[in-house]
């Protein structure tokens, strides 16, 4: 009879991360940051608690995580752990193990921050878009956009491909003029199923908004998250879900 594997005990202490991801680093898959934090956590010699079972896995959870190829000021991941520690330690300690790009910005104790599970807590985001479009085109793509009741968008999910409608998760979306040329969009998401990114707000321009964006007409979109958080309805802005 195959013998039961050794129960784990659950880990007596939680912390919450916060991550950019910078530069080249935007490039990195989910499933890349989560080889690099784990071969971070082991270099730096954290306690991680480990789950119960016959294939044990270190306990991080990760959640919201941004689009590959989007830059990220707020990227999210919990550690569960079999010690108590030092949440400013151990960012100092993981920092200097993770890869320039992938930069931690902030630890905090679970006892001192939201309640609730860290997904839950990720119910909308801030975006800046940066095109090399004029100003002019980017607020008449706007303007279609933002007057449209629907705007229906398809792409390829775990599921196939799927249509939904990206109007409807866009809370404020403004074109502003961008240092250096081109324009900026200002974008607020509230997240939902399926989740609308803002590359799905990008394609809604295109379609319904003939917003040009690409390698034939200057260059492709750059997306970078400025916060996520927990969306308020009432105001429409993003609060911090460590704090």
């Known amino acids: 009879m195959r013998q039961q594997p050794e129960q784990q005990a659950p880990p007596v202490q939680r912390l919450r991360i916060r991550y950019a991801k910078r530069g080249r680093l935007r490039f990195t898959s989910h499933r890349d940051f989560s080889r690099a934090f784990e071969r971070a956590v082991a270099r730096a010699r954290i306690p991680v608690a480990y789950s119960s079972g016959f ?34 330690t151990t960012k100092a300690a993981l920092d200097e193990v993770m890869p320039d790009g992938l930069d931690l910005l ?25 095109l090399p479009t ?8 706007v303007e279609a956009f933002v007057g449209a009741e629907e705007v229906i968008v398809s792409r390829m999910t775990k599921k196939g491909l799927r249509e939904f409608d990206a109007r ?14 081109g324009s900026r969009l200002e974008l607020v998401l509230k997240h939902g199923t399926p989740a609308v990114r803002p590359d799905d707000v990008v394609t809604g321009l295109e379609r319904i908004g003939g917003l040009k964006v690409g390698p034939e007409h200057g260059g492709l979109p750059l997306l970078t998250r400025l916060t996520q958080g927990v969306f308020d309805e009432e105001t429409g802005t993003i609060g911090d879900p460590l704090h």
Request: charged share 20%; aromatic share 4%.
């Open 55 to 88: 294939n044990p896995h270190p306990r991080i959870s990760y959640a919201g995580a941004a689009p590959t190829g989007a830059a990220s000021e707020a990227e999210y991941v919990e550690l569960g752990l079999r010690e108590v520690v030092d949440p400013a």
């Open 134 to 141: 004029t100003l002019e085109d980017a607020a008449a793509a």
């Open 106 to 130: 902030d630890v905090v104790d679970t006892a001192t921050s939201p309640k609730g599970a860290l997904a839950d807590l990720l119910t909308g985001s801030e975006w800046i878009i940066d």
């Open 168 to 181: 409807a998760a866009v809370v404020r979306l403004v074109a502003t003029p961008r240092q250096g040329g």
